[in-house]
């Protein structure tokens, strides 16, 4: 699971690089180390430029090869696995296992034993559903030498932790597809950093993600079963796949924890197997997003399932059809009263008969056209009423279809408005993320006052201001603002650094800027302290103006004033 990786920009003691360790995860890597970082922690260190770089090589396709993607290849060796075999509930779980033992005892046409294919999860990826497989025989024997030994405290850990293990790697399957759940595949050992950690937390975790099935892969244990059988088929295919997923992001084991969230399928057969991964964690630390990716899983899961032919219940024992005699029954109440209506109108016809036609009955007999014009009437009302019904019913249709593509169009345009609204709160979020430029000066000059005070307040420093002429040459008519300017001014940012916000004004150039100086008398230069109040105001303190007699002078005096601003603006925070 080699990575490709993303310089690190800026200069630092070690050589950083960040690689991508799934859709929504990283790992910073040094030459001695690596460990996970955040996204927001990554586009701190990389800055903006570089994070929108690396953002685009993550997304590419040629990386999600790289690390455990689930478009990935190595996403998709999870994919297609069939899982042949899966058990009609207990009574035929225990018939098959019967066969599957009497089977064991006798050779097959070649005079060998019949050895399953295992995939992955302990299923067959090709074998006959027909045939009985000598290898359930093999496994209940090694499971029952395995249930021989005494377990150690951390077989017992993960026994007390409620989580599948390999060996139940069906079964944790058949129960998440039953429920319609997500697995999460947990790979650890005992000497596995965050192993320990992790299995602690397991009862927790399971309560908290009840659509999730958790399964613990000790890979300790796998290696172990290797050893004993290297031509295990199932565990060949675990320490594949332990291996390829226990990977840096040079591509070098790496042993951490690893968590492992996927979604199930069934095949044609209703075999359940893996389907998609949907995340993948590292160390003891999987709570952040379990849950939604669970959900994810399990959605996916239901999907996936929602129309599959699966059966987990006992398949009931079929009776013998037993042939019951049967008695003529009594004629339905329904078909007697129809019965009887028939006979009374066939009476009631036979008595009309007998009574002889008065007038109007013989007009009606002897002129049977009357009775045709009356019938093309009645025929002719039918056929309006069912032609006005016909244009109700279309009507109707069209009024309908017309509220469906009012409705239609309803959704359609709150559809748009929700996304131009998810559009604006990203848009507001990546401003948010921005880092904010830090004003790190401490003299401001001409047109700069507002700025000057803003400062102050949002750091809650005092204020000095020095209005008068600028410059140090024979144009500037003002001889102390000459001396200010070539005794003081250069000192200014490296004398109040940290201390004060310094506002130097030359009132020909900002008169509205020495306009805000409070007291400012028209003369200068002029020069004070003071603080900004809660109004966003400055307030000068110490008494009145303050010439220029010396940079010594001067600065005692400003000292002493700007002690003054700091207790009032004590004061003013109270």
Known sequence: MGQQTLDRPTADAEDHKYKPAGPDKAIDCTDTSCKPITMEQLQKDLGPEQFKKYQAHAASEA????YFHPDSDAGKMMNNFSIDGLKKGAAAEAGQEKDAKDASDKPNKSGKADASQDDLFGGSRNGDNGKKQDAATDKSKEQAKVDDKPKSEWDKKIEASGAFTVGQAKDAYNAAAKEKDGIAIIIGSKDTPGSKELLEKLPELQKENPNLKFMYVDKDAVAQKLAENPNDKSMQGWDKWIKD?????????????????????????GNIGPDKVTSTHWTADINAGLQDQGRYAADSTARNLANAKLDFSPTPEVQPTVKKETTPEVEPKKETEQKKETEKQEAEKKEAEKKPLDKADKTKEETPFLRDEKEVENNKAKEAEAAKEAQAAKDAEAAKEAQAAKEAQAAKDAQAAKEAQAREAAERKLEEQKPKEVDTRTVFKDGHVNEALAKAKAEGKPVIFEVGIAGTDGSNYCPPCRAFNAQMEPKLEQTFKDKAVVIKIDPTRDPAGANAIPGYPGRFPYSGAGYVDNQGKLQSVGGGMLGFAGADSWTRSINQRMEQAKEQIKRQQR
């Open 63 to 66: 990386t999600k090869n790289e």
């Open 245 to 269: 997923s226990q990977k840096d992001c040079n591509g070098q084991p790496i042993d951490l924890a690893f968590t492992s969230v996927q979604s199930l399928k069934a095949d044609a057969k």
